[in-house]
């Protein structure tokens, strides 16, 4: 006989604190969402509070529905390439790796990101596009908002007229 993995041990003991607990109503977990960095990327800290008792679920898509009650099964799928695909295209392309809390600073220190192939050229021009863009957009509200003024004096302008007629006659 095969030796089960971690995620089939998992969930066999989720099974079965759900089926002891399944009398008392079980809040729903915790949605997932990864730490930002002081460079204001998103990353993957784990901490011992990370995982309320509730569980926690993780919106990346590599398991929908999943419930991870502990640190450890969160890391462990943390660790999934869906998960990091996930975390990448928050990052805009950045790629990041979990960082485990603690203290050792020669972990910390071996730990590498990734460099991201978007360059800050390349994010300059989407920025000044986009300024462009609000711009152009805020020209076309005020074009619209002075017709729409205009045909509101015009309006207004036949609509006395017609009243002055009205009493006229």
């Known amino acids: 006989m095969d030796k089960p993995n971690k995620d ?57 529905g999943k419930s991870y009650m502990s640190n450890i099964s969160l890391a462990f799928h943390c660790r999934t390439k869906t998960h990091r695909d996930w975390l990448n295209a928050l990052n805009g392309g950045v790629i990041t790796y979990a960082v485990p809390q603690n203290n050792n600073k020669t972990a910390a220190t071996s730990m590498k990101a990734i460099a991201t192939s978007t360059s800050t050229n390349e994010i300059s021009d989407a920025i000044s596009l986009r300024d462009e863009r609000i711009t152009s957009l ?27 007629k009205k009493s006229y006659d």
């Open 8 to 64: 089939e041990v998992e969930d066999v003991v989720e099974d079965v604190i759900e089926c002891i607990s399944e009398s008392t109503p079980k809040p729903k977990p915790t949605v997932y969402i990864p730490t930002i960095d002081n460079t204001g990327r998103s990353i993957d800290k784990i901490t011992k509070h990370t995982v309320p008792s509730n569980g926690v679920e993780c919106q990346c898509g590599t398991r929908p």
């Open 138 to 164: 805020e020209n076309e509200v005020k074009r619209l908002t002075n017709d729409v003024l205009a045909k509101a004096c015009t309006v207004d302008l036949l609509v006395t007229q017609l009243c002055a």
